[in-house]
């Protein structure tokens, strides 16, 4: 069992930056993909950026965010630079190890808003 919990999201202006957390309490090694989505008020929940053996984001962040892991810490974390009011919404975090014995961890997210 993978209990996820996201820090760092908060109030910012437009233009400014956030670091989130996602801090695993077990074991997340190289089998999983680790992975941020987002969903905004009234918007179905979408992939933001995710990282396995290579990173892919969405075409929204690309350039502005950037994800990384840290396996000493079984941490991900979620750069996001030049924030904008879009951004606005409740980031989670996913643990998914595909394949026989298929995984799936969510944390209970954490809030970003992006407002002047």
């Known amino acids: 069992q993978v209990q996820l919990v996201e820090s760092g999201g908060g109030l910012v202006q437009p233009g400014g930056s956030l670091r989130l957390s996602c801090a695993a309490s077990?074991?997340?090694?190289?089998?999983?993909?680790m992975g941020w989505y987002r969903q905004a008020p009234g918007k179905q929940r979408e992939l933001v950026a995710i990282?396995?053996?290579?990173?892919n984001y969405a075409d929204s962040v690309k350039g502005r965010f950037t994800i990384s892991r840290d396996y000493a810490k079984n941490t991900v974390y979620l750069q996001m630079n030049s924030l904008k009011p879009e951004d606005t919404a409740v980031y989670h975090c996913?643990?998914?190890?595909?394949?026989?014995?298929?995984?799936?961890?969510w944390g209970q997210g954490t809030q970003v808003t992006v407002s002047s």
């Open positions: 996913n643990a998914h190890m595909p394949g026989v014995g298929e995984r799936d961890y």
């Open positions: 077990g074991s997340i090694g190289s089998r999983y993909v």
């Open positions: 990282i396995g053996l290579s990173t």
